[in-house]
């Protein structure tokens, strides 16, 4: 298993702003930047973790809380 360096730009959010999704708040997984998106992953690889990017952070959030409520129904 590989695991997936994060040493990309670290962006700190406020995991209690409107808007984030619940699941989002629970778990508070790690945002990142990567080229022009940001990243969002809770555990230690993209495919046993949840993971998903987007073109800015608000979209990034709710892909995370997409890929987790599949994860989750599975």
């Known amino acids: 298993m590989e695991r997936m360096s994060l040493e ?4 700190h ?3 209690t702003a409107e808007g984030v999704p619940e699941s989002v708040k629970n778990f508070r ?3 990142f930047r990567d080229g022009d998106n ?9 495919e046993t973790g949840v993971f ?3 073109g800015s952070i608000e979209e990034a959030l ?7 409520q599949d ?3 599975k």
């Open 52 to 54: 998903s990017c987007g």
């Open 62 to 68: 709710q892909e995370w809380d997409r890929a987790y």
């Open 13 to 15: 959010i406020d995991y």
């Open 29 to 31: 997984p790690t945002v």
């Open 8 to 11: 990309k730009e670290t962006v």
């Open 38 to 46: 940001y990243c969002v992953i809770l555990g230690t690889d993209k």
């Open 71 to 73: 994860k989750k129904r």
